[in-house]
């Protein structure tokens, strides 16, 4: 508060020049997190116990920010010693909780709720500065907090008379007859679920059951006329809920935003979400602000290029505010930080590469004269091109700056900090040959958000494709290159798998009772296809984020997506060893990884649709 309220009074005028132009808008946004906030502490009106999952666990670490007398808190269950945990988000909301004087209990179902509304507000803010557009950013904030997921469905038409099977009960059940029976099975799963899901929606007497079913969740009159039609299989917790995020094969997590925020376990994969989201924007921020400058003051622009820059000091603050959010990631849930750290890596390197040519413009008459005039190293300053210092200075450097920072500013936590003994680094899953997720439950997990990517991606690709007189050529060429690549990084590690396990050794079917011979042989026919799939499409982007003529918002929207799929494929292929056995060895790396995939792919997509209401399609 009180750095915000110096900022605010030395950019007085400015900030108040910005209210007068902007007061609608924040109206808006403030209005938009009232409503979000409202409706999951309606949600938590209707279950406030803090029982079940990690709960306890997570309200036991409040407690201990607001007993806490020294940092880091004393471990509630192991006495004398200090959290080793990653608890810096239960901390952030204890100490509010107690600065407030709000009981603990009442501090956790309140900011169970605030997590989803700043959730929202932040992706609608980062696609609507993007794109300038309300329903590009409504789509994706929709798609970040309140999209469900396919399994849903499935699930739902599972428990409708003659519905497909149960999803679990389908993937634990099919034997491995070849892939081409294993997609007509799963053909013929989608195809009762459509008719299922088709009859429920006009046939009404059904149609008011499954209402009915949705409205005894928080309206006890509603839950008594749903005991007497015997509906408890679409409310009851364990035979809907809990199953919409046990998808692949029971052996890893699977949940997914909303399904987070309804359980409201308050846990690091939940806290996480908005500091991740702040940090994004903070990137976003950084590259439109660092190339509008350097196109502004290579163009001779100075009044204008010093406007949009702010000086040294407010340079210095967005690098210093950056380095704090990407420290506060690893201490709130360390399983954020890779992708994180990845994305601000790579935005230092393509601000400079795509803006690299307005630097030189920019700096050529000034700092880089004087640094020749030095003469520090005599001749070798020669080769030491001005380019290439530039090169040094915002892609070597800065980053170095950058992961120095956020280390130090948080030395405390690392220093008590010491993970478990059992986490052995990264496992590969051709070395476990069991465990991958497979294309159907890809499609229950993902098949939302893809269901609108795809007609997203054809459009895209159409228009690039007729844009220009050799673009139908570069989409062919897009397409061979990724399918190809896709292709035959399946075929390697598949064929590193058979090194580990070959189904052609076995003499007969092995029975389900040997769990791991048995998901091994299984699992042999679909592996790496997920991979391959989720390959493509971030292969397929690749266009949008490097051609040089692409303006920024697709630059990001393709980049955004990107990071979405790498994170599904890298799942495919490694795992964080935590030192469980197949198949429950990557449970963790799933359901942190994907949680995270879910927003890059939502604000991906909210982008997109966003320059398309703006009619702006951008090609490569």
């Known amino acids: 508060l009180a750095v915000a309220a110096v900022c605010f009074f030395r950019a007085r005028p400015q900030m108040i020049e910005y209210l007068k132009l902007n007061w609608k808008r924040m109206v808006v946004i403030e209005a938009i997190f009232f409503v979000v906030f409202a409706f999951f502490v309606y949600l938590k009106m209707s279950n406030p116990d803090i029982y079940q999952g990690e709960k306890p666990m997570n309200i036991a670490f409040v407690n201990a920010a ?31 909780g ?103 929606f006009w046939h009404s007497p059904i149609w008011e059951k499954v209402s009915l079913a949705w409205r005894s969740v928080w309206n006890p009159d509603a839950m008594a006329q749903a005991d007497q039609q015997r509906l408890a299989n679409f409310y009851d917790f364990d035979k809907y809920f809990w199953k919409l995020s046990r998808v692949t094969k029971s052996s890893v997590a699977n949940e997914f935003p909303v399904w987070t925020h309804v359980f409201a376990d308050f846990h690091a994969h939940q806290l996480i979400m908005p500091i991740g989201m702040v940090l994004v924007s903070l990137l976003v921020a950084y590259s439109i602000r660092q190339s509008g400058y350097w196109r502004l003051k290579g163009l001779g622009a100075l009044p204008e ?80 091109t001005i380019g290439k210092f530039g090169f040094i200075q915002n892609v070597v450097l ?91 990084l399946v075929k390697y590690f598949s064929g590193l798998t058979l090194k580990s396990f070959d189904p052609a050794s076995l003499e007969s ?5 040997d769990s791991l011979i048995y998901w091994q042989w299984v699992d042999s026919e679909i592996a790496y296809l997920v991979f391959g799939v989720a390959l493509f499409i971030g292969l397929l982007l690749l266009p949008g984020i490097f051609a040089r003529k692409t303006r920024y918002e697709t630059r990001w929207a393709c980049l955004l997506l990107a990071v979405g799929f790498a994170i599904i494929a890298g799942c495919e292929v490694v795992y964080i060893n935590e030192g469980w056995s197949a198949p429950l060895h990557r449970w963790n790396t799933v359901f942190k990884f994907h949680l995270q995939a879910w927003h890059f792919i939502g604000l991906g997509i ?12 951008e090609t490569p």
């Open 66 to 96: 607001y007993r806490a007398k020294t940092f880091p808190a004393i471990d509630p269950w192991y006495a004398g010693e200090t959290i080793n945990y990653y608890h810096y988000g239960h901390l952030c909301y204890g100490l509010l």
């Open 98 to 200: 107690k600065w407030l004087g709000v009981p603990p209990e009442y501090t956790y179902n309140l900011a169970v709720a605030t997590i989803p509304a700043f959730v929202f507000c932040l992706v609608f803010g980062i696609v609507f500065n993007l794109t300038r557009s309300y329903l590009g950013g409504l789509i994706g904030a929709f798609l970040t907090v309140f999209a469900g997921t396919l399994k849903s469905v499935i699930q739902m038409a599972s428990l409708l008379p003659n519905g497909p099977q149960d999803p679990k009960i389908f993937r634990e059940r099919y034997e491995a007859t070849g892939l081409y029976d294993y997609f007509v099975a799963v053909w013929e799963q989608i195809k009762l679920t459509l008719l299922k899901i088709g009859f429920l």
């Open 305 to 384: 290029a010093r406007n949009l820059y702010g000086g040294s000091i407010t340079s210095a603050f967005q690098i210093l505010f950056i380095s704090l959010l990407l420290g506060m990631v690893f201490i709130t849930n360390g399983w954020d930080y890779p992708a994180l750290l990845g994305l601000t890596l790579f935005t230092f390197l393509m601000v400079f590469i795509y803006s690299g040519g307005d630097w030189w413009r920019a700096n050529r008459f000034g700092f880089g004269r004087y640094l020749v005039r030095m003469n520090i190293w005599g001749r070798g300053i020669k080769r030491l």
């Open 398 to 488: 800065l980053p170095i700056i950058v992961i120095s920072l956020s280390y130090f500013l948080f030395y405390p936590f690392h220093r008590y900090f010491h993970p478990p003994k059992r986490v052995a680094g990264i496992g590969w899953m051709h070395q476990a040959a069991s465990g991958w997720t497979t294309p159907y439950e890809f499609l229950q997990i993902f098949g939302i958000p893809l269901l609108i990517l795809i007609p997203i991606l054809i459009t895209w690709l159409w228009r690039w494709g007729t844009a220009s007189k050799w673009g139908g050529l570069k989409v062919f060429l897009t397409l061979i290159l990724s399918l190809a690549a896709s292709i035959g």
């Open 509 to 513: 079917p092995p029975s389900i009772r």
């Open 606 to 617: 909210g982008c997109f649709l966003g320059l398309w209401f703006q009619r702006n399609p």
